[in-house]
Structure formats: structure tokens, C-alpha cells
């Protein structure tokens, strides 16, 4: 069992950055590819950013030189620093943990609460 939980949410303005952070316990968190995910009112969870066990990264398109995902094994913490937001990235934002690095909800196992990020025009 891993337990995650998320902080660093909030509002700000378009244009503006934001830094999230997800903190692990229970199972060894170097063994699982991390993920981020987000989900705006009325619609699908949509993946945002992922990384591997040995530090390799994918994104989104749409967050893509925009968001960096990192991750700290010695800490089992995950990050995502979100630059120049914009208000279509408001949602709340979900760390999660799985077995490989893929941007679909249901391989990954577990999940934390989210945290709300609000970005105002």
C-alpha cells in the first residue's frame, strides 16, 4: 500500500506559476513510475505529466515547456512546477503511483485526495 498526498494548490493569476507537491509513504516509492493527473468540472480525468523510476519524463501537449515533473527518491516526494498557467488549467490536480510510466488513469494503482488549482484571467 502507498499512501500519497498532494499540497501546494491554490489560486493565481494567468500567467502565473504554481508548485505541487506529492508526498509518499508506505511501499518504496523508488519502485513506482509517478504520475500527475487533472480534472476540471464535467469532465474526464486527463493525464498532465508522468516520470519513471530512473528520472525519464513524458507530457501532456497541452503542458508540455509549460510543467516540469520531478521526484526525489531519497525524500519519496514528486513535484510539478506549472509556469505561464493559464485558466484552462484550472482543475484539481491528482498524484498518482503505478507500476510503469503511462498516461492512462487505470494502470496506475494508487491515488491521492487532489489539491485545487485555480487560474484566474
Known amino acids: 500500500q502507498v499512501q500519497l498526498v498532494e499540497s501546494g494548490g491554490g489560486l493565481v493569476q494567468a500567467g502565473g506559476s504554481l508548485r505541487l507537491s506529492c508526498a509518499a509513504s508506505?511501499?518504496?516509492?523508488?519502485?513506482?513510475?509517478m504520475g500527475w493527473f487533472r480534472q476540471a468540472p464535467g469532465k474526464e480525468r486527463e493525464f498532465v505529466a508522468a516520470?519513471?523510476?530512473?528520472?525519464?519524463?513524458t507530457y501532456a501537449d497541452s503542458v508540455r515547456g509549460r510543467f516540469t515533473i520531478s521526484r526525489d527518491n531519497a525524500k519519496n516526494t514528486v513535484a510539478l512546477q506549472m509556469n505561464s498557467l493559464k485558466p484552462e488549467d484550472t482543475a484539481v490536480y491528482y498524484c498518482?503511483?503505478?507500476?510503469?510510466?503511462?498516461?492512462?488513469?487505470?494502470?496506475?494503482?494508487?491515488w491521492g485526495q487532489g489539491t485545487q488549482v485555480t487560474v484566474s484571467s
Open positions: 498518482a503511483a503505478g507500476r510503469t510510466m503511462v498516461n492512462t488513469p487505470r494502470y496506475y494503482d494508487y
Open positions: 508506505g511501499r518504496t516509492f523508488s519502485n513506482y513510475a
Open positions: 516520470i519513471n523510476r530512473n528520472g525519464g519524463s
